[in-house]
Structure formats: C-alpha cells, structure tokens
C-alpha cells in the first residue's frame, strides 16, 4: 500500500515556477512507477508525466515538454514536479500516482492517488 501526499501548489503568474513535491509512505515506493496528472475544471484528468523505479527513465506528455521535469529521491520517498514557463492553460488540480510495473500515461493504471495540489497561474 502506498500513501501520497502532494505539496508545493500555489498562485504563480505566467512565465513563473514551481516545484510539487508528492511524499510517499509504504515500502514499495521506491519499486513503483510514480506519476503526475492533472484536472482543469470542467475537464478530464490528463497525464503529465512518469518516472520509472529508478528514475533513469521518464515519459513526457507533448505539451510539458521542455518546460516540466520530473524527479524522485528513494531515500526521501518523494518525487517532484518542476514547472517552468508557466502558462494559464497549467492551471488545474495536480495529482501525484503510483503503479506497479512499467511507464504508463493511463489513469486506470495507476492505482494510488494522492489528494492533489491546486495550481494556479495567472496572465
């Protein structure tokens, strides 16, 4: 069982920067595919991006590439979402989720959810 718990949201405005921080409790954090979503009101929750167990892998939505990374430290149980570039469009619920095997971009593959972490970007 995994328990997340995402951080780091907040009002930013355009052309800005952020760093979400989702902290993990449970054992197999550091054996779980961590990834980021997102849900703008009135829209479906998209995927962001993933990382894999060991960080040496990661897989980017089309629209966050270049300006979104995504991190993980084992040792702290936590991954990070660093945003640059911040456009309105970003504005939305920011969701940290864990999955056991492989990358995945499907919601329905991923089986803990964090609370999410509201973002917000201003023009």
């Known amino acids: 069982q995994v328990q997340l718990v995402e951080s780091g949201g907040g009002l930013v405005q355009a052309g800005g920067s952020l760093r979400l921080s989702c902290a993990a409790s449970?054992?197999?954090?550091?054996?779980?595919?961590m990834g980021w979503f997102r849900q703008a009101p009135g829209k479906e929750r998209e995927f962001v991006c993933a990382?894999?167990?060991?960080?040496?892998?990661?897989y980017y939505a089309d629209f966050v590439k270049g300006r979104f990374t995504i991190s993980r430290d084992n040792a702290k149980n936590t991954v990070y979402l660093q945003m640059s570039s911040l456009k309105p469009e970003d504005t939305a619920v920011y969701y940290c989720?864990?999955?056991?095997?492989?990358?995945?971009?499907?919601?329905?593959?991923?089986?803990?959810w964090g609370q999410g972490t509201q973002v917000t970007v201003s023009s």
């Open positions: 989720a864990a999955r056991s095997g492989g990358l995945a971009a499907l919601r329905g593959r991923y089986e803990h």
């Open positions: 449970g054992r197999t954090f550091s054996s779980s595919v």
């Open positions: 990382i894999s167990w060991s960080g040496g892998s990661t």
